[in-house]
Nanobody
Framework: QVQLVESGGGLVQAGGSLRLSCAAS????????MGWFRQAPGKDREFVAA???????????NYADSVQGRFTASRDNAKNTVYLQMNSLKPEDTAVYYC?????????????????WGQGTQVTVSS
């Protein structure tokens, strides 16, 4: 089992910044990456960013087109924590943000690739 706890959400004005954190515990060695997804009211949960890793290729980071250039994903191995730095926020970024642990050999943009999910943290961007 892997436990994930997100933090850092809140209310911010358009153009502002927030940094989300996701602390992992448990059997983290069984994971091959961490992803961020978000879900706005009435919409499906969508991919935001992911960090994947392997012994032979190192870290790889993917972003959704909608956040490319504004969001930055990173991780601190010593703390078993991943981060999502969100800059130049827009009202359409408003959603509940979830981190997830990748446990399946699938594309990191797919929800099905992730076996463990955090509880989510609300991000609200006012115009």
């Amino acid at each position: 089992q892997v436990q994930l706890v997100e933090s850092g959400g809140g209310l911010v004005q358009a153009g502002g910044s927030l940094r989300l954190s996701c602390a992992a515990s448990g059997r983290t060695l069984s994971t091959s990456g961490m992803g961020w997804f978000r879900q706005a009211p009435g919409k499906d949960r969508e991919f935001v960013a992911a960090i994947t890793w392997s012994a032979w290729s190192g870290d790889r980071i993917n972003y959704a087109d909608s956040v490319q250039g504004r969001f930055t994903a990173s991780r601190d191995n010593a703390k078993n924590t991943v981060y999502l730095q969100m800059n130049s926020l827009k009202p359409e970024d408003t959603a509940v943000y979830y981190c997830a642990a990748k446990t399946r050999a699938m594309l990191p943009t797919l929800r099905a690739a992730y076996g463990y999910w955090g509880q989510g943290t609300q991000v609200t961007v006012s115009s």
